[in-house]
Nanobody, 117 residues
Framework: VQLVESGGGLVQPGGSLRLSCAAS????????MRWYRQAPGKEREWVAT????????NYADSVKGRFTISRDNAKNTVYLQMNSLTPEDTAVYYC???????????WGQGTQVTVSS
């Protein structure tokens, strides 16, 4: 089982990034997918969810209206489009998969996002 994030980097305030998380080793379409982030010195926090059943999405208040989570089951990939980035969005972003049926959970290794001028 692997979840491999990519797309992180350094961006100026107000800029955009799109993160990707490529999944392998499990039936991606059966898993709810989430993005989390962890800033230096802080606990990991939930960012966004996209469920498998009907594609419903949910967002943390801190990113609502700026971030968009999506998935492509044909490519076994989940995305996080991040717009209007601020320095407070600086963190390592992690991809997470969870099966409602079995309870199985997987984490990616994370990708660093730094918002700075």
């Amino acid at each position: 089982v692997q979840l491999v994030e990519s797309g992180g980097g350094l961006v100026q305030p107000g800029g955009s990034l799109r993160l990707s998380c490529a999944a392998s080793g499990f039936t991606f379409s059966n898993y709810d997918m989430r993005w989390y982030r962890q800033a230096p010195g802080k606990e990991r926090e939930w960012v966004a969810t996209i469920v498998t059943a009907d594609g419903t999405t949910n967002y943390a208040d801190s990113v609502k209206g700026r971030f968009t989570i999506s998935r492509d089951n044909a490519k076994n990939t989940v995305y996080l489009q991040m717009n209007s980035l601020t320095p407070e969005d600086t963190a390592v972003y992690y991809c997470h998969a969870r099966s409602r049926r079995t309870g199985s959970r997987y984490w990616g290794q994370g990708t660093q996002v730094t918002v700075s001028s």
